[in-house]
């Protein structure tokens, strides 16, 4: 059976998190005192809030931890039902050898106006009892009750030093090599995200010994920076059909999504050999196309009218 890498290599304790030293440090400081406020984690998927939750409760509760921890994803489970039982169950059940429990609320950005009030008046009735640790990645979605009842910690995507000794030390411990160019396309496509990183590498290290550059843009659903220059290059000389069949064959060929090819197009658009305005149009025509796509609008159309407007774009 094969380990799902995200989870064989999540950290047991918090010196071990990776990319988030001084977030660990405040939070081994409340473990020190046996005693945390409550809490809420900011930031982008990816960068340690999950698993700093974790290790937290398992440095604090050891062996026990399981039984004073509960985690719930307020994605899946966000009406007000969840707050009045579920939660609720949970937090007014005696901890097992300490003197609170836990409650960790992944994705609690995602809660509804009603059921972030419920919370809030569970969070007052039950703090004798009871630390809920909130996490998000819009701390602006949270109403500002929650937020004042919370400390907050904001977790930044992780340095590129940082993901480059991880991905030796996940290299050496699975058993696989890789190249700098596939090093640097990791980079590239995770954008500091550990999780999709661990991800990327366990899929690409299936199949091959050495993990070269173009495993990774193959398992990534992404393109190459060169490629998307090409693209970008010939629409912006207005060869939009030229560009249209280049980009439509290489979404075929790799199973690409209008979301990632959008993507694609924003990391290298600071790339382009134009000026700061010609970038400025294109980066406003970003935005228009990737919320059409995420509002429903087909992929296919919408990267196709995407290149349209580039290609119309006044030569800068």
């Known amino acids: 059976m094969i380990d799902v890498w995200t989870e064989k290599h999540r950290p047991d304790t918090l010196s071990e998190v990776v990319g988030q030293d001084k977030i660990t440090e405040r939070l081994q400081a409340f473990v020190n005192e046996d005693s945390i406020p409550h809490m809420m984690f900011a930031g982008p998927a990816g960068t340690g809030k999950t698993t700093s939750a974790v290790a937290l409760a398992k440095d604090l509760y050891g062996d026990d931890w399981r039984q004073n921890f509960m985690e719930t994803n307020a994605s899946d489970e966000r009406g007000i039902d969840v707050v009045r039982e579920k939660i609720k169950d949970f937090a007014r059940t005696k901890s097992m050898n300490a003197d609170y429990k836990i409650i960790f609320l992944d994705e609690a950005d995602a809660l ?114 060169e490629e998307i220059n090409e693209i970008l290059e010939k629409s912006l000389k207005g060869d939009f059909i030229e560009a249209r069949e280049e980009l439509a064959d290489l979404m075929i060929d790799r199973g690409l999504d209008g979301q990632d090819v959008i993507s694609s197009i924003h990391r290298e658009i600071f790339e382009l050999d134009i000026s700061d305005e010609g970038k400025l149009e294109i980066m406003e025509k970003l935005g228009e196309f990737e919320f059409r796509i995420s509002e429903g609008g087909s992929s296919d159309i919408q990267i196709e009218a995407l290149l349209a407007q580039i290609s119309n774009l006044e030569e800068q």
């Open 112 to 225: 509804t106006s009603d059921a972030q009030q419920a919370l809030r008046r569970t969070m007052e009735q039950f703090s004798d009892n009871c630390r809920f640790i909130l996490s998000c990645n819009y701390s602006s979605k949270i109403i500002d009750p929650i937020q004042s009842r919370c400390a907050v910690f904001r977790f930044n995507r992780l340095e590129e030093g940082d993901v480059k000794d991880y991905i030796t030390r996940l290299g050496k411990e699975e058993d696989f090599k890789i190249s700098k160019d596939a090093i640097d396309a990791v980079m590239r496509v995770s954008e500091g995200d550990l999780r999709r990183v661990t991800n990327i590498l366990q899929t690409a290290s299936i199949n091959n010994d050495e993990i070269g550059e173009e495993d990774i843009y193959g398992v990534a659903a992404s393109l190459r920076p």
